[in-house]
């Protein structure tokens, strides 16, 4: 029952809306999803499972922290963080793209670092702007977090081009696109396609223009990026892909301005 609910709200309920609703709403249900079986790296919260997050056949159980609202690939980028960058111990400026409740919470108290969220029509976000023309001054960030926007958008090359004129020399970006078919060789696109029902055929969304496949480092290399498929999660024992309810297969996929 629980599963059929969220998968109609994600499904009709339009996406500002529920970004305003949801951190009052969901937090109610972690009072029923009391215990320890697992936990969120994020928030630092511990339930019997996380709720289920999707669509349909396609909704994945154990997946939504009722705390702090973070997926599987949030925590698997926080936990990155934490490990494998100096990004919580070195001060630094961050532009957030579409930016998520649960990184936001946080990322707004971390001393030294210079926070600015982004987006063309979130509510969340301190400035709105179009990705493919940002209001920013070249080599202004040390960090870019740009996670599932790129589908959505009507040049993806050219918002990864802006992405790379705002970082500053050696600044990277996280750029994680999701892998309906993750088989696919060749990225498929058409932006021209204006129907939802034939677009949630193809891509996998309403609000999707392309599907990305196996070639996505090579369109971040034509940005101008050197690209980066970060295999992070493969190096994590199984205890701790159970603990925190990780994506096992997740690529988290960098692009690094050059010096």
Known sequence: MLKRIISYVIRFVPRPLLQIISPWVLPILALFYRGNRVACPI????FRQFLPYG???????????????????????????????????????LLHIAPEPCFITYLSRQQGLQYITADFESPLAQVK?????MPFEDNQFDVVFCNHVLEHVTDDIQAMREINRVLKPNGWAILQVPFIQPDLATTFEDTTLTDPAER???FGQEDHVRMYGQDYPQRIAQAGLLAEANRFVFSLPPETLQRYAL?????????????
């Open 43 to 46: 928030c630092q919260s511990q």
């Open 55 to 93: 669509r349909g056949a396609s909704a994945r159980p154990n997946a939504l922290c009722p705390k702090c609202l973070a997926l599987e690939r949030h925590r698997l980028i926080w936990l990155y963080l934490q490990q494998q960058t100096d990004f919580f111990t070195r001060p630094q400026s």
């Open 129 to 133: 702007m179009d990705i493919h023309q």
């Open 200 to 202: 949630f055929r193809l």
């Open 247 to 259: 994506p096992a297969t997740e690529i988290i996929y960098i692009g690094r301005k050059k010096s």
